[in-house]
């Protein structure tokens, strides 16, 4: 069994820069892809990014490339997710999630075994 739990998400103005932490539990950390999704009210679930398992592939949605970036660290059972230049169209729920012993992350939700409960992040304009 994993828990994941996410932190990090609030209040910040458009432009602005917010760091989501997800932390691990549970052996398989590192040997599983990770990645993040967030979902917007009345919205479906978008896959936002995904890192490899040793940390040296990632893969990032269109909406986000170039502002955002995935990283990991295994020692500390533990993947970020650094938003910088947030719009307000990046307000959503942010989920962090295990895709359990996948090298590569997968950018559909159905790929990922484990999730956490989610930090809201709300951009205002």
């Known amino acids: 069994q994993v828990q994941l739990v996410e932190s990090g998400g609030g209040l910040v103005q458009a432009g602005g820069s917010l760091r989501l932490s997800c932390a691990a539990s549970?052996?398989?950390?590192?040997?599983?892809?990770m990645g993040w999704f967030r979902q917007a009210p009345g919205k479906e679930r978008e896959f936002v990014a995904g890192?490899?398992?040793?940390?040296?592939?990632?893969y990032y949605g269109d909406s986000v490339k170039g502002r955002f970036t995935i990283s990991r660290d295994n020692a500390k059972n533990t993947v970020y997710l650094q938003m910088n230049s947030l719009k307000p169209e990046d307000t959503a729920i942010y989920y962090c999630?295990?895709?359990?012993?996948?090298?590569?992350?997968?950018?559909?939700?159905?790929?990922?075994?484990?999730w956490g409960q989610g930090t809201q992040v709300t951009v205002s304009s």
């Open positions: 890192i490899s398992r040793s940390g040296g592939g990632t």
């Open positions: 999630a295990v895709s359990s012993g996948r090298d590569w992350p997968a950018k559909v939700s159905r790929e990922y075994d484990y």
């Open positions: 549970g052996r398989t950390f590192s040997s599983s892809a």
